[in-house]
């Protein structure tokens, strides 16, 4: 068999163009999904929402203005202006059905000149409302903004739906916050307050049943995924996690409550994991046959070599699985990207062998 290689999102090359091509020189035969870089304004993940957010009645940023934080991103968070009906909030187009469109026109394009194999869908990421809400805005206004946020991107993953060829594209849910979420419910002994409840297992339960709602969103003939996720920024999680066990108790919610097939999950393995206990969990999921598995085994810091024995370790638990980094790897140094994409081929042939 052939180990497959999945790309998370991001890769820090200068525009779509250069990602497909960097891509498919190095990964094409490996690849079933390509995204697109995530490159412009997208390239530090949904932090480009706060400006769709400024334009919007009605919201307003909490906090005095620090000017010396402002030029690369404002901090303050929103919230809903006193006397506004949220039901009377209307956002602005949120920017990824075009950003999808305009990857689509130039991969059919570079697989017309033969420049990308014709099988690669192009792979669109799409974050989960909670991961942007619970990101931006104020606690206390965030159960009653979330359902006008996924209003929102529902129609950007619509009119991407209804604009490009089903068979040719694959959509891929970011799941992030959640597990910040569940991970503070099990350090602090259920004591935490949040939109979803206030103990571990009524916050797992909304985190299963927004999945299964996005799941439920993407026609049967549409590919769709999970990136499930503990955050990058500047390449830390905002938790460590101290096994896989939150992943696992997802993944079977997931699967269990997902109206329709799930066609991949990609899991995160920090850097220091290469024990079979961080994996063990993984052992108690219900996997389905056709769901492919893809687990972040790739660390810049150590190589093949690490990327080995986690691999090994990952192995006396998880049925077979493709490689890739824990998260998009765009917001790195730019010169790291060729050597990255380099081990994404070398781990996967290794594990070829």
């Given at each position: ?12 090359l ?12 190095a ?41 010396f934080l ?33 990857a ?56 991407i ?10 959509i ?9 979420m ?5 350090i ?56 896989a ?20 999950v ?48 990952a ?11 824990e ?22 042939a290794?594990?070829?062998?």
């Amino acid at each position: 068999m052939t180990t497959r290689v999945h790309l998370v999102g991001s890769i820090n090359l200068p525009d779509v163009r250069s990602t497909y091509l960097a891509v498919a020189g190095a990964l094409g035969d490996r690849l079933t999904r390509m995204p697109d870089g995530e490159v412009g304004e997208r390239f530090y993940w949904i932090q480009f929402q706060k400006d769709f957010f400024d334009q919007t009645p009605g919201l307003s940023r909490v906090g005095p203005e620090r000017e010396f934080l402002r030029d690369v991103f404002d901090p303050r968070p929103f919230r809903i202006d006193p006397g506004v009906d949220p039901a009377s909030i209307e956002l602005p187009a949120l920017g990824y059905s075009d950003a999808a469109m305009r990857a689509f026109v130039e991969l059919a394009s570079m697989q017309r000149r033969g420049e990308v194999p014709h099988g690669i869908r192009l792979q669109i990421a799409l974050p989960t409302p909670a991961s942007v809400v619970g990101s931006f805005f104020v606690p206390e206004d965030r159960a009653a903004i979330e359902p006008i946020y996924e209003k929102a991107l529902l129609r950007e993953l619509w009119i991407i739906l209804r604009n490009l060829p089903h068979d040719r594209i694959a959509i891929q849910w970011d799941t992030a916050l959640e597990f910040a979420m569940l991970d503070e419910a099990e350090i602090r002994g259920n004591r935490i307050t949040s939109w979803f409840g206030d103990t571990h297992d009524e916050i797992l339960a909304g985190v299963v049943e927004r999945a299964a709602r996005q799941a439920a969103a993407v026609p049967l003939d549409v590919e769709v995924g999970y990136h499930l996720c503990y955050g990058d920024v500047e390449e830390h999680h905002f938790t460590e996690p101290t096994d896989a066990g939150r992943l696992a108790e997802v993944l079977n919610g997931l699967f269990s409550a997902a109206p329709r097939p799930i066609t991949w999950v990609h899991l995160p393995v920090p850097i220091e994991r290469d024990d079979v206990d961080y994996f063990a969990p993984l052992a108690g999921v219900e996997w389905p046959q056709t769901t492919e598995i893809y687990l972040g085994l790739l660390h810049h810091e150590d190589g093949l070599e690490g990327a080995s024995r986690r691999a090994f370790a990952a192995s006396t638990v998880v049925p077979s699985f493709g490689v890739a980094t824990e998260c998009g790897f765009g917001r790195g140094p730019s010169g790291r990207t060729d050597s990255l994409l380099e081990l994404h081929e070398a781990a996967a042939a290794a594990l070829d062998r």
